[in-house]
């Protein structure tokens, strides 16, 4: 299993700002006083303890800048809320913020830290503001890369652990697929540059600009067919599929994990409806959330391709997107969203041409990828708030499929 990142943000945060700016540069709490020249100051919001965005102190512009971009996926009054925090960071309120990190680069302007190694391949004056994410397996450092006036020049991904560099690694296969293509209900950020600094793998993309608008669910639907088509789909029984089979190992290299055995008694008890179950596969985002895209001008703007993969049952990504957007952290509740997802399979996935009788073995085998997924990633460990799959993903797919089982057309189910 994959190293997992600390829960603690505090030291979480610490180990991210060392792994950017190793030694010998010096990185210390500080007071209020001016930055020395040459010296990098970043304000922690909201605090140390609770860290989820580094601000650059300097200059004015660039802080208000990444306040204004913070949250694209954000409408109504988050957006309002965000703008005005921006307005106050551009006139030195922030300067009141008591949070403080500085650093002193080993030499500066080399690429010996991760601001001077953008600077180099983007050939251009970077400022750099860092996200915090909540602990999750896949939790890795976020940069918005602003020129000094606050305009955003995009966004770059570090992988640091062995997951994460698999992932930016993947993410940047995909945006570099993805651009060639000709896509019309969807739009994906244009990769600048891939490459490997320090033994870590990073990534630079280009900002999505949207409304925050969520758009209707004819245009999500519509944007979703498009990507499950993108490669081409096939529709085969699923029980004859390379996913079925690829779904088996993943789950079988879990063991001995008790929910990995427990996941593949219900792949074995579906087995004699997956020979006999049509299903179509394409491809799918992975992680298609709300908080992943935004709307404009009738396309969607999605980000986060790191999980994109092809051959997997259509309609996934709408399942996806339907859990992500309802679970809690809370195991009761949950339960509760899960059940919905298969329950309300039906409707979810007619869109997507899923027969109603085929929507529920969609459905439940989106629940197994998705606990493979968490798994493998070592979520649990990691203290991601979804990662303990058995209490919460494990009763819902143990009842799901049980009436899959005991439905009198499972041995006959054709879509």
Not at 352 to 358: D, L, R, S, Y
Not at 365 to 384: K, M, P, T, V
């Amino acid at each position: 299993m994959p190293a997992a990142p600390p829960t603690d943000r505090s030291a979480y945060l610490w180990e991210t700002l060392r792994a950017l700016w190793p030694e010998p540069a010096r990185i210390v709490r500080a007071g209020r006083g001016a930055p020395r020249t040459g010296r990098t100051e970043f304000l922690v919001l909201p605090s140390e303890a609770r860290a989820v965005l580094l601000l650059p102190r300097r200059p004015r512009r660039a802080a208000a800048g990444a306040l204004r971009h913070y949250k694209s996926s954000a409408a109504g009054p988050r957006r309002l809320l965000f703008r005005g925090l921006a307005l106050g960071a551009a006139v030195g309120l922030a300067d009141v913020l008591p949070h403080r990190i500085r650093i002193e680069p080993a030499s500066p302007g080399s690429s010996a830290d991760v601001a001077g190694y953008l600077r180099d391949v983007l050939g251009a004056d970077v400022v750099v503001s860092i996200r915090i994410g909540p602990p999750r397996a896949n939790r890795k450092p976020v940069l918005e890369l602003l020129s000094p006036g606050g305009q955003v020049l995009g966004f770059a991904k570090v992988g640091i652990t062995s997951l994460t560099r698999e992932l930016v690694r993947a993410e940047a296969g995909a945006l570099t697929w993805l651009g060639a293509g000709s896509l019309t209900r969807l739009e994906v950020p244009r990769l600048l540059h891939h490459g490997q600094w320090h033994g870590h793998e990073i990534l630079v993309q280009t900002p999505l600009a949207g409304s925050g608008r969520p758009g209707t669910q004819a245009e999500l639907s519509a944007a979703m067919s498009e990507l499950a088509a993108v490669r081409g789909v096939t529709t085969q029984p699923v029980f004859q599929s390379q996913y079925w089979c690829d779904l088996r190992l993943r789950l079988e290299a879990c063991l001995p994990q008790p929910p990995a055995a427990a996941l593949l008694r219900i792949m074995a008890e579906l087995e004699a409806g997956a020979d006999r179950t049509n299903l179509t596969f394409g491809s799918w985002h992975g992680d298609w959330t709300p908080w992943n895209m935004t709307f404009s001008r009738g396309r969607a703007l999605v980000w986060d391709w790191e999980r994109f993969e092809s051959g997997v049952p259509v309609g996934y990504d709408a399942v996806h997107y339907q859990l992500q957007a309802a679970v809690t952290g809370d195991a009761a509740a949950d339960r509760a969203a899960a059940e919905a997802a298969v329950t309300g399979a039906a409707a979810a996935l007619a869109p997507f041409g899923v027969e109603p009788g085929a929507a529920g073995f969609v459905a439940g085998l989106y629940l197994l990828e998705i606990a493979a997924r968490y798994l493998h990633d070592g979520a649990a460990e990691a203290g991601a708030r979804l990662g303990d799959v058995g209490s919460w993903l494990l009763p819902v797919l143990t009842r799901h499929a049980s009436r899959l089982c005991a439905r009198p057309d499972a041995r006959g189910v054709r879509q």
